[in-house]
């Protein structure tokens, strides 16, 4: 083995030895600490490293402050107390568009012609609906015309819930990286502590 | 000193002091909400964050700050955190990148960051006065020659010797090849080697 294949496989092979996990079963290893008993510059290199990799071992750390758990945790409670304040006053490019999606899916249900009624199904809701339908129906005839029925207003809605919808997938789109993981992560926060009370109570 | 034997994967971050079932009842307890459990977590976490921050930032007030983010962002994701990932490569994971953001933030202004006041707050092992000031200015000069060296290599040596992550896990934490992390290390090594020589040679010269 020559000393360039040697300075190769040197560090390696040091940190090796050092860290107890000692090659010196393999064929190579043996080449090689042979090469180290007969040429001293390699065998000073060696030793170089092997000062290096046992002062590794102990690399010094920095303390950190005493007080870092402290402010760590006021932090998080600073975090958790705005997080709760900012649930209920959503930003209105956030909470507008939601409003207005919901608003936009009630009127679309409502709207449906009360003879599609029997297609949806579900015990009571079927007729539900369909009352609530005939109520909002009624209510809007005079602005409908004689053969639309309640179809106009089917269809108003869905336009309106898809335009919502799209305000609101602008306004998601529009936030940070950071915004969105921020909501998500209060979203999962505020789901998991609905289940967790939801679990102790049952 | 060195090590008899490499620190077995579930290595816990250096000055944990716990052991890797009672941290994860605890992570489980967090994600339920538990503030209590949360505190100790970061209590016997902490060190590990910090000095890998400072590794990175070499300053103490970004190193806390950056700290208090990646405990924040911690506490925001434990909810979605499925324990796919060990806790501690997961905490390490954000810390790195957390800390090369913070650093690139910083990038223009690094020079008014650097801090040398370092050398008074290494770690000061409790052991016979002669040997400790031995030990102290070994640790001096190899703190002096890490700090030098480019902060992939910083980043890679705190992993491996500070934090005592397994090879495994420094894939996930830094998600690079294996090959590329021994290649970093074992040229972080040489260039270690190079430099404390060349310093040891110069005192001897100055002498």
């Known amino acids: 083995m020559q000393c360039d294949e040697v300075r190769a496989r040197l560090t390696e092979y040091i940190a090796d030895v050092v860290s107890g996990r000692s090659p010196s079963a393999s064929r190579e290893a043996r080449a090689l600490e042979g090469h ?41 409670e600073a975090e958790r107390l705005i997080a709760q304040e900012e649930w209920h006053l959503l930003p209105w490019d956030v909470w507008v568009p939601a409003v207005a999606f919901v608003l936009a899916l009630l009127v679309a249900v409502v709207s449906i012609p009360p003879d599609l009624m029997p297609a949806i199904p579900g015990p009571g809701l079927d007729g539900a609906l369909a009352s609530w339908s005939e109520q909002v129906n009624a209510w809007l005839a005079p602005a409908q015309g004689p053969a639309q029925g309640g179809l ?18 602008l306004a998601i789109s529009a936030c940070t990286a950071d915004q969105v993981n921020d909501i998500e992560s209060r979203v999962s926060d505020v789901a998991s502590r609905l289940w967790d009370t939801a679990r102790r109570a049952h | ?16 002091g716990i052991v890797g079932d009672s941290l994860d009842a605890l992570v489980e307890r967090c994600r339920c909400g538990d503030k209590d459990a949360f505190e100790r977590v970061v209590a016997d976490t902490h060190t590990g964050v910090y ?28 909810p979605s955190f499925r324990g796919d990932a060990r806790f501690a490569t997961w905490l390490y994971r954000i810390a790195v990148n957390s800390s090369l953001n913070r650093r690139r933030k910083l990038r223009g202004r690094m020079a008014e960051v650097e801090d040398d006041g370092v050398l008074d707050c290494l770690e000061s092992p409790a052991i016979d006065p002669a040997v400790a000031a031995v030990e102290q200015e070994r640790n001096r000069a190899l703190w002096a ?21 397994t090879y495994d896990e420094m894939v996930e ?10 290649a970093q290390l074992n040229r972080a090594r040489r260039a270690l080697a190079g430099t404390l020589h060349a310093g040891q040679e110069g005192q001897g010269d100055a002498v």
């Not at chain 1, 809605?157 to 305000?167: E, F, N, P, R």
């Not at chain 2, 000193?1 to 579930?10: D, E, I, K, L």
């Not at chain 2, 890490?146 to 005592?164: A, D, G, H, S």
């Open chain 1, 36 to 76: 180290l008993e007969r040429c001293a510059a390699c065998r000073a290199e060696a030793e170089r490293l092997r000062w290096v990799e046992e002062a590794l071992w102990s690399y010094p750390g920095v303390t950190p402050p005493a007080d870092l758990t402290a402010s760590v945790m006021r932090r998080v």
């Open chain 1, 152 to 169: 106009v207003w089917a269809v108003l809605g869905a336009i309106l819930a898809t335009t919502a919808g799209l305000g609101l997938s």
């Open chain 2, 1 to 16: 000193m060195a090590p008899t034997a490499r620190v077995a994967t579930g290595a816990l971050p250096a000055g944990a």
């Open chain 2, 51 to 78: 000095n890998l921050a400072y590794s990175v930032l070499r300053n103490h007030e970004e190193a806390e700050d950056v700290t208090q983010e990646v405990y924040l962002r911690v506490w925001r994701s434990l």
């Open chain 2, 145 to 165: 020659a890490v700090m030098r060296l480019p902060e992939k290599y910083q980043v890679v040596i705190n992993l491996f010797y500070r934090q005592q992550l």
């Open chain 2, 173 to 182: 934490v830094l998600a690079i090849p294996l090959g590329t992390i021994k």
